[in-house]
């Protein structure tokens, strides 16, 4: 159980399936990161990418706080059709295409640029230098973008090419990936 911690739907509990495969971001962690990307995007003028969506928890912050351009992905077709089903009852579905795919998939297939890329994999994930790597050179992010990658808190990703910045929370840690400011 989560709850929409701002904008259009705050304090509004989101109740997934206890049968899903997820992890759902804590309250506390997503409201640290919202914090984070309040001083970086107007949300009303992004574009999202939202990898490993699980939930949608993610996205329907996004959505509640005016963004209109998001795409969601995630390779459980029953997480596709909850999100799916909640954006509806949040009346956001017109914003958000829900693509059920493997996201290291997906993103060698897409190619729009984005202002936004959250990925969450699983803790166990073995690819999460590759899903970086791969962002990158698929110019996947805009060029003032950013990646968040979100971990247990005792990953270190700050070798990888592009890393700007990594921020603890309790068990998680939000890994920041942004370009370099002279390929801007």
Not at 62 to 70: F, P
Not at 103 to 108: L, S, T
Not at 122 to 151: C, N, R, T, W
């Amino acid at each position: 159980m989560t709850r929409i911690i701002s904008g259009k739907f705050r304090g509004k509990i989101i109740k997934a399936p206890g049968s899903l495969p997820v992890r759902p971001t804590t309250d506390f962690a997503k409201e640290s990161l919202f914090n984070i990307l309040n001083n970086h995007f107007y949300f009303d003028e992004i574009k999202v990418l939202d990898l490993f969506a699980g939930t949608g928890n993610l996205s329907y912050e996004l959505a509640s706080r005016g963004c209109e351009d998001l795409t969601i992905v995630d390779q459980n077709n029953k997480c596709c059709q909850f999100i799916n089903k909640t954006m509806k009852q949040l009346g956001f579905e017109e914003f958000a295409e829900v693509h059920r795919s493997d996201a290291m998939d997906f993103i060698k297939r897409d190619y729009r640029a984005y202002d936004l890329i959250l990925a969450d994999p699983p803790y166990d994930y073995e690819g999460y230098a590759e899903l970086v790597e791969q962002i990158f050179f698929k110019k996947l992010l805009s060029p003032q973008g950013m990646l968040v990658l979100e971990h247990d808190s005792m990953g270190d990703f700050s070798e990888l090419e592009n890393f700007y910045e990594s921020r603890k929370y309790g068990k998680v840690r939000f890994s920041f990936f942004t370009w370099p400011e002279d390929d801007e």
